[in-house]
């Protein structure tokens, strides 16, 4: 299959930075790989953030220009440095950040630029993170109450959120993704019991906040996606590949989602959505960083040489 180009466009909302990695620096930010893989994926979407005045901030921008993420919505601050972050591996590979505060994007401000890009686009993405500033959480406060496609990545950063704030987030979206360990807290800030099953968790978390769509992802174990209008859960196993890092894998796997469940010109099923999604992310997964460098047809051969269910 060639490259496409898609009439779906959408905005993403939050944190730019440099991950210090052990071998070396890499573009990083759960929004912005989501904006990386979209529009690899052929969907226009627009990263609305802020970088600082300095040579950090115009790397990010040159970078992501090569990379054809758009820089419409780049903000620059002339008092608060470009975000980095200090990224650790340890020995199971699991991934643990040291975040700065504050930061450029700390500051993100809202115009009527970023109000007529929210509302003509088709999704808007939003996590937590960009929100543990009052700054940048009022300015997103804004953006979702002209969005038309609320979606949010539950990111949980420790010291960087607040029961009360990531409620307030939930009552915003009409698509939730988290993983397991971000489901635990969830139910637990409801007061859930242990004994709850994952699907009681999330069924009470989409009545309480009136969330139409919610994934959860389990790492080596695959996704579930639930749908209130369809009163279903569909599970995906994982493909089974040799783990690089899991640097920006739940991020691919929501673009490769969103990539699919908003298109225009065709109907897709929640199951082709969701193998793609599967697909994408285990070539992430398999890959250096969280944004390799691919195109539509690599990902199309990987997702051919690696069925979720073999013969």
């Known amino acids: 299959m060639k490259d496409e180009k898609l009439n779906t466009k959408g905005v993403c909302f939050g944190e730019v930075l440099w991950d210090n990695l052990p071998t070396g620096r890499k573009l990083g930010g759960a929004p912005l790989n989501v904006a990386y893989h979209l529009n690899k994926l052929g969907i226009r979407t627009d990263m609305l953030t802020r970088v600082g005045n300095d040579a950090d901030g115009k790397d990010i921008k040159t970078l992501c220009a090569e990379l054809m993420i758009p820089l419409t919505l780049f903000q620059k601050d002339e008092s608060y440095p470009t975000s980095t972050v200090e990224v650790h591996i340890d020995d199971n590979k699991d991934v643990h950040y040291e975040i700065v505060f504050p930061v450029a994007w700390d500051y993100i401000s809202v115009g009527q630029k970023e109000i007529d890009a929210a509302s003509q686009a088709d999704f808007f993405v939003f996590g937590s993170l960009s929100t543990r500033n009052n700054i940048s959480y009022q300015a997103l406060q804004t953006l979702v109450k002209v969005a038309n496609y609320r979606v949010f990545d539950i990111n949980l950063r420790t010291p960087h959120y607040t029961q009360e704030r990531i409620f307030e987030l939930l009552s915003y979206a009409d698509l939730v993704k988290m993983n397991e360990e971000e489901l635990g807290f969830v139910a637990k800030w409801l007061g859930l019991s242990i004994d709850e099953t994952d699907g009681q968790k999330v069924e009470a978390i989409m009545t309480v906040f009136d969330v139409d769509e919610l994934i959860v992802t389990y790492g080596a174990k695959g996704a579930n996606y639930h749908s209130k209008a369809g009163n279903f859960c569909y599970h995906l196993s994982a493909l089974k590949v040799e783990v690089k890092d899991t640097i920006g894998s739940g991020d691919s796997f929501l673009a490769a989602f969103l ?39 690599t990902i199309n051969r990987f997702q051919w040489l690696n069925p979720l269910y073999p013969e």
């Open 259 to 297: 990539s699919q469940r908003c298109r225009q010109d065709k109907q897709v099923s929640i199951e082709e959505m969701l193998e793609f999604a599967a697909a994408l992310s285990g070539f992430v997964t398999q890959s250096s960083g969280a944004c390799p460098s691919y195109d539509l047809r």
